[in-house]
């Protein structure tokens, strides 16, 4: 069985697609057990979906739009 240090190794490949069967399968086993690593799994790849969006500032309008989504407890897109 793959250590949380392999798994967080692996990652990028298992999100790109990059990764064996053999490899892949282990990581997925893990991640069924450690909820430590799915939920950093889980934050990389939102990482790799937002960063497109990265390439300007938010406006004003955006960042008072998503604050008072996060105080509202909803989530910022929805």
């Known amino acids: 069985m793959l250590s949380c240090r392999e798994v967080v190794k692996d990652a990028d490949h298992l999100l790109d697609g990059g990764l064996?069967?053999?490899?892949?399968?282990?990581?997925r086993f893990h991640l069924l057990i450690c909820h430590h690593?799915?939920?950093?799994?889980?934050?990389?790849?939102?990482?790799?979906?937002?960063?497109?969006y990265m390439h300007q500032p938010a406006s004003d309008?955006?960042?008072?739009?998503?604050?008072?989504?996060i105080a509202s407890g909803e989530k910022p897109g929805a």
């Open 37 to 52: 690593c799915r939920r950093y799994v889980r934050q990389l790849r939102m990482l790799i979906f937002a960063i497109p």
């Open 61 to 69: 309008e955006d960042v008072a739009r998503i604050m008072a989504a």
């Open 20 to 27: 064996g069967w053999r490899q892949r399968l282990a990581v």
